[in-house]
């Protein structure tokens, strides 16, 4: 499996530079294996900031022996920095867009499920992960300018946090940066904002531990406990390039169950029952077998297909856990999830979308 990781991660380090000094991956999502851009829209917070995270975890994982992987990680940073701002007024002043036209340098206009909203629609949750992205970006580097972007995130959505009850999220799935005017009172990615407040208190920026102990309360008390009916389900609300009210996503939950696993008591004295409530909760509504006793994921209610980001995730966090003792089940579904996933990656490097075909290339996430 390492092989396979390292030949990935090797495809994209030979990904070309565009006329702006980016790779081509870090302003499209969706490009062939030949590194064209086959699909005109983008979402960059979360190929970004998912992006910055693996390639650090590599980083570390190698040594930081190639210098490259740094760079590039720095250049997904660049980009999210220099071309993804909202408009510099209104309720969410230069706050990272969650969706747009690759084409634009930079980004103007919302693309995807946003669009239909306006131009300067965002999702709040995205700007969770691109502040935490960019917050660890800074502490590898030094370079300020991700440690302002992740501030600058992170006040705002302090300033427009609202409370969050057993029907809406302490932030709505979209709103209109500009005008404030929102949609969606249920967003079920609520756990990278939590990591962006706990890694900012980590840097002394005290004014966040109110709105921080309010997420962690309203994560603990209301959306680890609902249930899972998907009119009152919690998890629903997370794909950029869909506007469907009550579609749980696999996604979200699985993520808060990896943060419960890295902080375990620390942040819940209960995280082994609720890391398991999570990952049933995936396994019950969006995977399906495959030969050899493989489980594959599915991303959401509309979407079973095994998309290979959401697959990937089931089988780390399935290793996480079973390394923080959950049990030998999920030693097993870990090792023959990510054991299938090895086929889906050509020789040069290529990964699939899906884990039942082969080419065209995405950004993994």
């Not at 991660?9 to 530079?17: G, I, K, N, S, V």
């Not at 992170?154 to 409370?163: E, F, H, I, P, Q």
């Amino acid at each position: 499996m390492g092989n396979a990781v390292d030949l990935e991660m090797e495809f994209y380090l030979r990904c070309p530079l565009d006329a702006h000094g980016y790779p081509v991956f870090a302003f499209t999502t969706f490009m062939d294996g030949e590194y064209k851009v086959s699909r005109m829209d983008t979402i960059p917070c979360t190929q970004n900031g998912m992006g910055i995270l693996s390639y650090l975890k590599y980083w570390e994982h190698k040594g930081r022996t190639n210098p490259k992987v740094l760079d590039w990680a720095k250049k997904m940073g660049d980009y999210l920095v220099n071309e993804t701002l909202t408009p510099n007024r209104g309720a969410w002043p230069r706050f990272t867009r969650s969706t747009g036209f690759y084409m634009d340098f930079p980004l103007f206009r919302a693309s995807q499920g946003d669009v239909r909203y306006g131009k300067n629609v965002i999702e709040p949750d995205k700007g969770g992960i691109s502040g935490y992205a960019l917050l660890k970006l800074y502490k590898a580097t030094g370079d300020r300018r991700y440690l302002k972007q992740a501030v600058r995130n992170a006040d705002a959505l302090v300033k427009n946090m609202r409370t969050g009850t057993d029907s809406q999220a302490p932030w709505p799935y979209r709103v209109d940066s500009v005008t404030g005017q929102h949609w969606g009172e249920r967003s079920a990615n609520m756990v990278f904002i939590l990591r962006l407040f706990d890694a900012l208190l980590e840097e002394g920026y005290t004014k966040y531990q109110r709105p921080r102990d309010a997420l962690w309360s309203w994560i603990k008390t209301y959306q680890i406990p609902a249930p899972d009916d998907p009119p009152r389900n919690l998890w629903v609300s997370f794909f950029e390039d869909y506007d469907l009210e009550n579609n749980r996503n696999s996604w979200a939950p699985l993520e808060t169950a990896r943060y419960l696993i890295e902080r375990k008591d620390e942040l819940d004295p209960e995280w082994r029952t609720d890391t398991q409530k999570l990952i049933q909760f995936a396994l019950k509504y969006f995977s399906s077998p495959r030969p050899g006793g493989v489980t594959v994921m599915g991303e959401q209610d509309d979407d079973h297909d095994p998309w290979g980001g959401a697959c990937s995730k089931l089988g780390g966090v399935a290793a996480m856990f079973y390394a923080a003792g959950g049990g030998e089940q999920y030693k097993e579904m870990a090792y023959r999830n990510l054991a299938w996933m090895t086929y889906f990656i050509d020789k040069d490097g290529c990964p699939c979308q899906k884990a039942d075909n082969k080419r065209p290339s995405w950004m993994p996430l």
